[in-house]
């Protein structure tokens, strides 16, 4: 975790040097993914909209969860069919995503909502696990697709979206 999370998780970390080049980067439309600790690295940094705030259990939380595609239709998510349930573990006590009524309307309308949980771990709203900036070349996600890239480790789901990407 990024130094430590003891304000807020990535709160700290969205002043690291990296970031210039990682906001440079991104508004230049290059593929950038954050996951779990990174999703609230680029939350915090404004690269990604709302806020990921304390789960309803203010426990953490270590399981694997099924998740629904929201989105299919991007560089991260052009491997799923949509509405397909996949699996991914997670591991966090900050993932519970947060937005006002206004960011939650546009966030639906606009695609940007990439996967929701099926079973609502943490308490986000709409059941969001995975978000897009407007442009959708940045995904910012909860579960941890990289610990799903094998059946060995219980699912191969999240090789997918790597796979998107290189397609």
């Known amino acids: ?3 430590g999370d003891y304000l807020r998780a990535g709160a700290i970390a ?4 990296i970031m210039d080049s990682i906001k ?3 508004h230049k439309g290059k593929t950038i993914i954050g996951i779990c600790n990174g999703f609230q690295i680029l939350v915090e940094s404004g690269l990604l909209p709302g806020a ?3 789960n309803n259990s203010t426990n953490f939380i270590s399981k694997v969860v099924e998740l629904e595609v929201v989105n299919h239709n991007t560089r991260f998510t052009n491997q799923f069919s949509k509405k397909e349930n996949i699996k991914m573990p997670i591991a966090h ?3 519970n995503y947060f937005a006002d009524s206004e960011l939650l309307k546009k966030l639906e309308s606009n695609d940007q909502i990439a996967f929701k949980y099926k079973d609502n771990p943490n308490g986000s709203q709409l059941d969001i696990a995975g978000i897009f900036n407007e442009k959708k070349n ?3 996600m909860m579960p941890h697709p990289e610990r799903a890239s094998e059946k ?3 699912s191969n789901d999240g090789l997918h979206i790597f796979k998107s990407m290189i397609i």
């Not at 969205?14 to 040097?17: D, G, M, N």
């Open 1 to 3: 975790f990024s130094y």
């Open 14 to 17: 969205r002043f690291s040097k």
């Open 24 to 26: 440079h980067q991104a």
């Open 52 to 54: 990921l705030i304390t």
């Open 93 to 95: 006590k900050q993932g």
């Open 138 to 140: 940045i995904l910012g």
């Open 152 to 154: 060995l480790l219980g």
